[in-house]
């Protein structure tokens, strides 16, 4: 009798996953009891495609319409799985959230699944048809996610089977795990690899550590390397920009503690040696911007401070530090805490006052607000009131920021 319940439900199933789609597409049965799915993938012997969306996922909606009704994804996907979806946040969908959750890294997340209920491979995010074909077929033949992960577990490095893998993950969205591999692979390797356009294919996107070898490498050997391996130069230099200016910040920007108070700037004279050897050398466009930034750095860790506010204004004149006053801002709250000298403080305070008079005159959607540093400047000259203030309007502004933004959040969901 249980036999012949479970061929009606089958029945049932298919006539349901066929009454799903009258196109050319995908055939989905849609928010079914799991155990009765894995019966189905068990007496036809298949995978199961598990389609995990939410309601208000755009990349969800676009496979939706414009991948899954496609004849040729149709064709494959209909002959070799049981095609499930699920809303991950609705009904047996919820279930399977908590049940798969480690696989599921963000929406949509596809995956292969065999009859016993174990992913298999996995992919996320919007996929092209060939992609996503390629994708899960791969799964079939024992070229899945999983595989590729224990093979390199067991120490296989082979750089066809990394790119293999990389490949894989990507159609994942492990972008973490692919930098990993791809550093890790770049140190068994003597930097004059990088010459090799095989291996500059794989990894060259993933040099962006100014204290490591293969950037050196680059910023001295540029020349050479776009001749040998035909890159685009300008894509490089932005990457290797990029990177030096990160690596800068790091080092000269002010930290904060819990209490918005400036932590005192760390001396790592190392550091700034190497940045400022691939900076001159590197030719690149900001460079008189991380100059700058260093320079301001070297003079506050030596305490010169009139100083600092003299070269501050050099480079704000030719506009060295870019077009934006944060960078002045910061500077000016770090000498509040630090610097004894109240005409030093003088300055800033005039300078930061005309800077919030300025943003005044301008509209309230895009004004910058300086109310915080006006205070502590305030405090730090002995201007309770005055300082008490401009708290009042700080703290203001950042509720009504704090209000619009969830404000914005409620209608975004």
Not at 12 to 18: G, M, T, V
Not at 292 to 319: D, S, V
Request: with cysteine.
């Amino acid at each position: 009798m249980k036999k012949i319940g479970f061929i009606v439900q089958f029945l049932c199933l298919a006539l349901f996953s066929f009454g799903q789609s009258a196109g050319d597409g995908i055939r989905f049965i849609e928010g079914e009891k799991w155990e009765n799915v894995l019966k189905m993938a068990q007496e036809q012997d298949k995978y199961i495609f598990m389609d995990c969306y939410t309601s208000w996922c755009g990349p969800c909606k676009a496979l939706a319409k414009d991948i899954f009704t496609r004849k040729d994804v149709g064709d494959f996907f209909n002959a070799n799985f049981i095609n499930v979806k699920y809303d991950m946040e609705k009904g047996v969908g919820k279930d399977l959230y908590k049940h798969y959750k480690s696989n599921i890294i963000g929406f949509p997340t596809l995956l292969l699944i065999n009859k016993e209920g174990k992913v298999v491979h996995q992919m996320a995010g919007f996929q092209e048809a060939n992609v996503l074909i390629d994708g899960m077929k791969a799964g079939m033949e024992g070229k899945s996610l999983f595989a590729y992960k224990d093979r390199y577990a067991a120490g296989e490095r082979e750089l066809a089977f990394l790119k293999d893998y990389v490949v894989a993950l990507q159609g994942a969205f492990l972008k973490d795990d692919i930098e990993n591999i791809v550093l890790d692979y770049m140190k068994t390797i003597p930097v004059e690899k990088l010459q090799e356009k095989e291996i500059w294919d794989f990894v060259g996107a993933y040099i962006k550590d100014p204290y490591s070898p293969q950037f050196d490498y680059v910023i001295f050997n540029i020349d050479r390397l776009a001749n040998k391996v035909k890159f685009d130069r300008y894509s490089v230099e932005r990457q290797l920009g990029w990177a030096l200016e990160r690596a800068v910040d790091q080092v000269v920007e002010v930290k904060f503690d819990k209490d918005g108070v400036p932590l005192r700037l760390v001396d790592a004279v190392g550091k700034v040696d190497t940045l400022l050897r691939l900076i001159d050398r590197g030719n690149l466009k900001r460079a008189e911007t991380l100059r700058a930034k260093i320079r301001i750095y070297e003079l506050e860790l030596a305490q010169k401070w009139n100083e600092i506010y003299e070269c501050q204004m050099m480079y704000r004149g030719i506009k060295a530090l870019g077009f934006s006053d944060r960078y002045l801002e910061e500077t000016a709250q770090y000498l509040a805490a630090y610097c004894p000298d109240k005409a030093v403080i003088e300055k800033y305070l005039t300078l930061i006052e005309k800077l919030q008079q300025e943003e005044d005159k301008g509209s309230s959607k895009l004004r910058s607000y300086y109310y915080g540093t006006l205070s502590v400047l305030h405090a730090k000259l002995g201007n309770a009131a005055k300082a008490k203030e401009f708290k009042k309007m700080d703290e203001k502004i950042k509720a009504e920021k704090a209000k619009e933004f969830e404000s914005f959040l409620k209608k975004s969901n």
